[in-house]
Every structure is written in C-alpha cells, then in structure tokens.
C-alpha cells in the first residue's frame, strides 16, 4: 500500500539511479540515520555500547570489507583476523608514534596500511582460485598472527606482548581509554560504520563493482570482454583491506582497548567474519548488517534470556547458546542459501503487491 | 505465555537486575571451552565459601551475599560484556581468573572505581599500589613464581646453577609471557642457559616443542600453562621420558586434572603453590554440614578439596575478609565498592585469622599497605604423588628474590603511570 513504485516519478537519471528508489524504503533509511545518529547516543549506556553496539558496529564494516571481497569479486578469504591484527597494530603504532595527531586520521591510515599487506597477500589470487586460494590467505592469517606475537617493535617490547590504546581524543572529547563516555565511542565508530557503507555501496554499483562481479561469475568470460583481471582483483583485495583494517583499528581503539593478537585476531574471527558474510548474504552491504547482527546479538541476547531470564546455570547456558546459534546456522543455509539479505529482499517484493498480491 | 516470555526477554535484554542492598560479588567464571577444566573448580570453591558464609553465618556482619555468576569462556569479549552487564549495583570485587580479561579491566576498573583482585595473575607490576590505586594481586605473583621455580632449582644444585640449561614451555599470551622478563634477569644473575618454548592458544598441539625439548635436553623444564595445555604438556613429557622432577610448573599448572590424564608416570611432577593442598582442615567440616548436605554447593559439587577448589575458596576468603575489614573501618555492614578498596589495602592475615576461620597455615601471613598491593611473595613447592592421588608440599613457605623483582615492578609500573598520566599516591 505505502511501499509501492507508482506515483513517485523519476525525472533525472540520478533520481532513477539512487540507491533507494522507492519513497518509502529512502524515508526509512532517513529514520534509521536519524535515530542512529540523534536518538540513540542519547539514551545508551556502557552495557548497550560495549555488549551490543561497538562490536556490531565494528563487526559490520568488517563483514562489509569480506563481502566485497567474497560477495562481489569471488575470492575467497580465510585472513580476515590477520588483516584485523594488521589494522589494529597499525593503529597502536601510529597512534603511539604521532600522539598529537586525531585519533581519526590515524584510524584512516591504519587502513591503508591494510589494503596495502592485503594487496599483498593477494597477490596469489592471480594464479590460483577457491579452495587454494582459501589455503593461501589461511596461510596469510596464521602468518600475520605469528608476526605479531614474534616481533617485539609491534608491541613496543612490553612485559605482556599485548597492546594498550592510550588516551587519544577527537575534538577534546576521548575516543579511546577507560574515560570514553559511551556517546562517544558508539557515536565515533557508527561515523565510519556509516561512511563505509555509502563508499561500498557507490563502489559496489559502479564500474569497479561491476568488473569485480564479472570476475566473480566467470573470470575468463571476464577477461574476453576487457576486464584486466590483475586490477580487478588487487584492487578487490586492497579495498577490502582497507574496510576490514578500519574495523580492526577500531576493535582495538574504541572497544576493547587492550590486544593480545593470537585471542583476539586468531582463526576463529576470520570463520566468525566469514559467516557473517554467508549469513547475511554473500554480495549485499545490508547483508553485511544483517549477518553481524545475527551473529553478535543472537548470542548475548540468548545469554540474557537463558541466565537472566530464565535463570539458569551459566555452563548449560553456553553449551545451548552454541548449539542454538550452530543450529541456526545450519538451518539457515538450508532454508535460504542466499541469507537475510535474501529473505529482506522477498519480504520487499512481498510488500509491493501487498495487500492485493493479484 | 508469550506475554510472559516478552516481559522475561525484555527484562533480562535491560540486563541488570534489581538493586539490591545486598553485598554484590560476580563470579566471571568459565565452566566451558579448553579451559573449563580449570575454571570449574576455582568457581566451585569462590562460590561454596559464600553460600557457606550466608548459610552458616547469614553473610558478612549480618549483610547477605548475593553472588552473579558470568561465564566468560577465558575470552576476553565475553569478559568485557559480564562486567559491563554486572558492573552496576555496587558490585564490590571482580576475580577475572585470566590474565587477558585482567588487562582489559584495569583501566575500566579505575575508571569505574571498582576493586580488582587478581590472585597469582594478571599483571605483575600492579603490585605497586602507588600507580595501581584499584589493582591487588596479594599474596604472589608471576614474577614470584618465576623466582620461586629458580630458588627451588638453586636449592636441589647446592646454589650452583650456572651450568644448567632451563628451558621454559609458556602460553603464547600475555599470561605465558609475563615471566620471561624476570627469568632472563635471573639467568644473568645464576648464570643459567634460557630457552622460550611459546605454545599457541588453546595449546592441544605441543609436539614441536618437546621434540625440541628432546633433542637440546634441558635439564629444568618450567611451564606457564593453562586449561589443556597443561595436560598436553604433562603427557608429552610422560612420553619422551623427561624426568618429571625436573618439571616444574607454575601455581596455575598444578591440579589434580592436569596430571591425571598422564596416569602414573607423572609422578614426581612439580608444581608451585601459594597456599596450602588438601582437604584436611576444619571449614571442609562445615562445607559438608552447611553446603554440600543441603544441597546447595556449586557445580557437580565433586571438586571439594582439589587444588583449584581450595585455591578458588582462597580467594574468596581473602575478599570475605576484606569486606569484613571494610566494615570494620567504616563502620557500615552494607559497604560501597569504594569502602572495600578501603579494606582490600587494609588487610591483614595472620595466623590467628586463619585458624579462626578453619583454615590453619593455609596461606602465607601478609599485611596489604597502600604502597604494596601484592603482599610478600612467599610460595612453596609441591609434587605429584601419582600413588596417593594428590599433591603434597615438599618445602616450606620461602620467600622470592626481591632484590630482583622489586626493581622490575618500579619500572613496569612506572611506565604503566607515565604513559596514562597517572599521579603518584601514598606519598
């Protein structure tokens, strides 16, 4: 009835291009912005921002750097946690090299610095293709995070070999340290969150996306219509890097605060990244969202219902939460292998013919 | 039904529960994952001690204890979502149980103004009260443990190590890393051989190490190991026939699951201590009458007496003892988080205390000031008897080597001040 095509006339190719054309899916994404940006900082508190917001927030621009990766190019990526570390350890480097520069700047460099090591380890991809090339950025994973662990001058030689984000602030107001009011942080990493999804969305339905989509679908078919297959997927894998980077200097940063590369950046982030990816839907930013989401809410969310709520003993509690979310998994890849993003996109053609679907 | 689901949802997504005037203690233990088989016994015994004190005594000076268990999984994410779920309502001490977890919180528990124990972990230099206003780590430490091990080693050589080759098999992590600095400090004062052997999270996969163990044959092994590790560790040198009396491992590597799984030729393996093993004290008598018979112990309730158990029962003894020092102090049952800080630096245990409590000699005698938040650093040595089923302690109470330590916890700490900006306190 509201969410409907007709009436609202294009009159420009931008308007017919735009990345919401119908009426109402553009005002919701304006009320979306809008308590994103102007309700919510005012209302969260350290239990909202630590347990449920910063890590969605970060999550989400990591799932959409994968998804660009995975989703729109093909390639497939087991080193999602090593470019984290990169990106994180990036960002202490920096941050404790140049302390008089925002906190932000550096943020943007240490994904960079990322696309650049992703570029890198990219490089593989040229020669080889699915599964191999999962070996090859597995290979990339357990390397970085060995590199890391071994070389002193990353973490600054300290006792523990764990990295600590100083105090660093963004106008007078700190982002990072102990002090952090939960605004800030929350306010801060949706900022990003917000930017990378518009550049990915712009670069994703533009020419780059579309040369990364035709190597994805056929790399050779690719290649005869004129599409330089080295460029098409380095830059896939710089790009990628980049977002996935921004989001491990802001894991570290803003909201764990203090790093130890093997727990933190080990194997398990590159699978957690991964499913996202596949859960939300390989090859759609809102799938990115809706995959970081499932995965980062479902748990704390069952956690509060079955011991909070319910009261029960906290070791069964997280053995049901594994098998529930495993299972969740399970049955999402059955019922709907092209995930969330795909049931949002059904529940869209759903709602243009409702409520006379004849 | 479904209204009643939705109000449980909702209630328990806003997470924190009622405010109660109740002295709040969260137990962030893991009962599951690698290293579950650690974590159960320590929160057993941390939770039994205060369903004791509020059976048998009904709380602390008349208050009652309302214990929050938070499972954490060792992972430092989830610790960061049980303390800031269980961080409202005056929640007067966290325990981490891991050093990972423990450096997150140091900086939120300062901030949020929030004692931290960290009992034999987490970070060394925290010990100097001066800069860590928030932070204990009484009765010892990591650095004490290292100097312990090295002590022992000096003992059975007639104090002449400096032919000797010591190899150490640690957990990559912050945990496992903390004692290098003062075994390579001690290396230069004994004059031994060092070797790092890091072992990867969750350490299932050790095979490279003690080949390499076999091959250099190292004539002291010392192990920072934790969960599975140490049972991995343990059955690796069982299999290329180390002498087990040569290994020694730290406090946190030295419990009855670690070294059953190797069977009997684990026998004679070391372990160091910083309180007393065994179940032969009074307060188990009263465990039994007020806990375990009517039926509220924690977890299978098959852990009592074990070396975790008794450690976990530690801990929360030292905090029972310290809110009742609070409440001493400020003259109020129902005390702040503040006011156990207060009684956390003003503690004192003695060897009357002790056997008041029904528990004799169990720990070393230590006295908290404002200057020194990690007591004295006494340990002892303990070893395997595969036959009895138990550790048994083979040494006295001795002390670490201070001379060492003490200016390694000036340093550390006071670059931990200087690059946060902290000023200085007790002056």
Known sequence: ?358 | MKTKLMTALVAAVMAAGPAMADLKIVDTSYRTGPYGANGIPFSDGYQDYFTLLNERDGGIGGEMINLVECETGYNTEKGVECYEATKGDGSLIYQPLSTGITYQLIPKVSADKIPLHTMGYGRTSAKNGEVFEWVFNYPANYWDGASHAITHILEQNDGDISDKSIALVYHNSAYGKEPIRTLEGLAEKHGYDLTLLPVDHPGQEQKSQWLQIRRESPDYVIMWGWGVMNQVAIQEAVNIRFPMENFIGIWWSGSENDVKAAGDRADGYKALTFHNIGSNYPIYDDIQTHVVDTGKAAGAGDQIGSVLYNRGMYAAMLAAEAIKTAQEIHGTAAITPEMMRDGMENLEMTEEKMAALGLPGFGPEFKVTCENHGGNGFGAVSQWDAQAGEFKLITEYFQSDQDILQPLIEEDSMAYAKENDIELRCQ
Not at chain 1, 7 to 14: A, H, I, L, N, P
Request: proline residues 4%; contains cysteine.
């Open chain 1, 1 to 358: 009835m509201f969410y409907r095509e007709a009436g609202d006339f294009k009159t420009s190719y931008t308007d017919d291009s735009q990345t919401f054309p119908i009426k109402f899916d553009r005002y919701r994404y304006y009320a979306v912005l809008l308590v994103a940006f102007a309700v919510v900082p005012f209302v969260i508190n350290d239990y909202w921002v630590n347990a449920v917001f910063l890590p969605f927030l970060i999550y989400s621009i990591a799932a959409i750097g994968l998804n660009i990766l995975v989703g729109y190019c093909g390639q497939v990526s087991l080193g999602t946690g090593g470019f984290m570390a990169v990106g994180a350890y990036a960002c202490y480097k920096l941050m404790v090299a140049f302390p008089e520069v925002s906190i932000f700047f550096h943020i943007i460099l240490s994904g960079g610095i990322t696309a650049g090591v992703c570029l890198l380890f990219g490089l593989p991809s040229l020669r080889i293709k699915g599964f191999y090339l999962a070996v090859a950025t597995l290979a990339a994973q357990f390397f970085l995070v060995w590199l890391f662990n071994r070389v002193g001058w990353f973490y600054n030689y300290s006792a523990s070999g764990q990295i600590n984000a100083p105090e660093r602030t963004v106008f007078g107001v700190p982002i990072t340290g102990a002090e952090t009011a939960p605004w800030a942080a929350y306010l801060f990493c949706l900022v990003f969150v917000v930017a990378s999804a518009i550049i990915a969305r712009n670069l994703t339905r533009g020419m780059a996306g579309r040369k990364w989509m035709a190597i994805r679908d056929m790399d050779i078919a690719a290649e005869i219509i004129g599409v330089n297959p080295l460029k098409a997927k380095l830059s896939a894998f710089a790009v990628s890097g980049f977002f996935v980077g921004i989001s491990g200097a802001l894991f570290f940063a803003v909201y764990l605060g203090a790093v130890e590369v093997g727990e933190a950046f080990g194997i398990n982030k590159s699978f957690l990244v991964l499913f996202m990816v596949i859960i939300g839907g390989l090859g759609s930013i809102f799938g990115s969202f809706a995959g970081a989401a499932f995965l980062v809410l479902l748990p704390v969310l069952l956690k509060n219902v079955l011991v909070g709520g319910l009261g029960w003993p906290t070791d069964l509690a997280a053995h049901l939460e594994f098998m529930i979310v495993g299972g969740m998994i399970i049955l999402f890849l059955v019922l709907e292998p092209h995930g969330l993003a795909q049931l949002w996109r059904v529940a869209k053609e759903k709602l243009r013919l409702w409520p006379f679907p004849h």
